[in-house]
Nanobody, 121 residues
Framework: QVQLVESGGGLVQAGGSLRLSCAASGAIVRINDMGWYRQAPGKQRELVARSSRGEGIIYADSVKGRFTISRDNAKNLLYLQMNNMKPENAAVYYC???????????????WGQGTQVTVSS
């Protein structure tokens, strides 16, 4: 089995900062891409930032210059540093990984359970 576990969500005031973490564990052979997505009430899940082996780092336009994604490949960890947060950044943030597990012969997408981020104005 493979698990992605997010942490670091919570309540922050507008202009403040939060750091999200995602730990991937289990029968992992190789992790390709990892990224952060978010879903606000009544909206579709959207990309926030992604670290891709093929395309490098991608950010949603709305978070460029304020959010930073980083990875610790040796420990299968993913981070999202969120600065100068805005009320519209409030959502459930999900960690995603495209990886090869020892239970499969092909790469697959895995998701964490999500962590709530609330931004007060």
């Amino acid at each position: 089995q493979v698990q992605l576990v997010e942490s670091g969500g919570g309540l922050v005031q507008a202009g403040g900062s939060l750091r999200l973490s995602c730990a991937a564990s289990g029968a992992i052979v190789r992790i390709n891409d990892m990224g952060w997505y978010r879903q606000a009430p009544g909206k579709q899940r959207e990309l926030v930032a992604r670290s891709s082996r093929g395309e490098g780092i991608i950010y949603a336009d709305s978070v460029k210059g304020r959010f930073t994604i980083s990875r610790d490949n040796a420990k299968n960890l993913l981070y999202l540093q969120m600065n100068n947060m805005k009320p519209e950044n409030a959502a459930v943030y999900y960690c995603n990984a495209n990886l090869l597990s020892s239970y499969s012969s092909r790469d697959s997408d895995y998701w964490g359970q999500g962590t709530q981020v609330t931004v007060s104005s």
